[in-house]
Every structure is written in C-alpha cells, then in structure tokens.
T-cell receptor, first 111, second 114 residues
Framework: AQSVTQLGSHVSVSEGALVLLRCNYSSSVPPYLFWYVQYPNQGLQLLLKYTSAATLVKGINGFEAEFKKSETSFHLTKPSAHMSDAAEYFCAVSPDQKLTFGTGTRLTIIP | DTGVSQNPRHKITKRGQNVTFRCDPISEHNRLYWYRQTLGQGPEFLTYFQNEAQLEKSRLLSDRFSAERPKGSFSTLEIQRTEQGDSAMYLC????????????FGSGTQLSVL
C-alpha cells in the first residue's frame, strides 16, 4: 500500500529563513504526491501536486517541492518564510481515487 | 461558488446518542469524500461517492456509521450510538471528474462525545 511519512511533527523557522518540510513516500509504482496546508479553523487547501510531468513542482504562496525517486522524497521548500506561512502542512499520496495523508508538520514562524 | 460547506461546525453529544452531519460540495463536483481527523494525525479516509453511488468504504467505518448522497448533491454522515472514540473532526471534500486528486475541503465538523 502507498503511504507517506512526514519527518518532524513541529518545525520552527525564523521569518525570512528557508522553510524545509520533509516527506518520504512508499510506493511500488510512480505515485501522485501532494502537499496540503491547513490554517487554523479552515479546511485543507492544495499547495501543489506532482503527477510525473516535472520533478520540480511550483505551488501557491511561493512553495515548491522536488520529486526525487532515488530518495523516495517529496520535500516542500520555500526560500523565505513569512509570518502568514504558520500552519499545519500535510503530505499526501493518491493510490486510487483517494488521498492518504501523512501525520502533518506544524510550522511555526519566529518573528 | 462558496466552496465546500459543512454543518454544523461543532457538535457536542452524549455517548449513545445519534448525530448527523451535512456536507454541501462545490456544485459541479461529482465526487464527494468523507475523512476523519484526530488530534496530531492526518485526515483518514472514510468513504467516497461518485454522484449518488457510494463507491468505497474504509474498514475504519464501523456499522454505526452510514453516509448517503441521495441526489448526487449534498451528503450526510450519520453516527449511531456514539462512543467517546468517535470524537474527531469530520472533513468533507469534493472533486471534479478528470481531476480527482485535487480535493477541495470544507472546514469540518468537530464532534465531541461526552
């Protein structure tokens, strides 16, 4: 079964610093991979998705993720953190018409 | 379009009572999903519909849970004889044919079973 593992349940970065949220996948076939963000009291929102068209995927709000088959990773990055990026981030894989989510990483931005 | 709407936002009930949640998806979306999320965990798949047909149910979904989408539009999720372990955030999402992996989520219904 396809699954994802998110390393680090909490990540803190200073405003303006690099954001790196880690996700590793387990799949026997090329997966569809996603990053979703959940702001307080809001529904999950799609940041970006990988569907094999390109290994570097750009999403909304300046985020991007790189698919690395050799490392079975799909880490999320943003060059410069903003206070508004504080939220919970979920990596997900789509095995068959539905999403399987990781346990999430809570991102805190330090002023 | 205002997105996926879920009601109520919060529900507090006593153990043993029945509860029902409603989800109104984005109007042109034919797929509708229910997920459950507990503290510190990612959302877990419960069930999904293609139009009015329920195509899959997770093994997480006990016999006390039932979901319907009678006219292929809104959906209801009912939990009978609630237990404290049912306390969670229940999320609804919808998607469009041809882009089934791009789910649009509602804000969820937070259930607390006392």
């Amino acid at each position: 079964a396809q699954s994802v593992t998110q390393l680090g349940s909490h990540v803190s970065v200073s405003e303006g610093a690099l954001v790196l949220l880690r996700c590793n996948y387990s799949s026997s076939v090329p997966p569809y991979l996603f990053w979703y963000v959940q702001y307080p009291n809001q529904g999950l929102q799609l940041l970006l998705k990988y569907t094999s068209a390109a290994t570097l995927v750009k999403g909304i709000n300046g985020f991007e993720a790189e698919f690395k088959k050799s490392e079975t990773s799909f880490h999320l990055t943003k060059p410069s953190a903003h206070m508004s990026d504080a939220a919970e981030y979920f990596c997900a894989v789509s095995p068959d018409q539905k999403l399987t989510f990781g346990t999430g990483t809570r991102l805190t931005i330090i002023p | 379009d205002t997105g996926v709407s879920q009601n109520p936002r919060h529900k507090i009930t006593k153990r043993g009572q029945n509860v029902t949640f409603r989800c109104d998806p984005i109007s042109e979306h034919n797929r509708l999903y229910w997920y459950r999320q507990t503290l510190g965990q990612g959302p877990e798949f419960l069930t999904y519909f293609q139009n009015e047909a329920q195509l899959e149910k997770s093994r997480l979904l006990s016999d006390r849970f039932s979901a319907e989408r009678p006219k292929g539009s809104f959906s209801t999720l009912e939990i009978q004889r609630t237990e404290q372990g049912d306390s969670a955030m229940y999320l609804c999402a919808s998607s469009q044919t041809g882009d089934n992996e791009k789910l649009f989520f509602g804000s969820g219904t937070q259930l607390s079973v006392l």
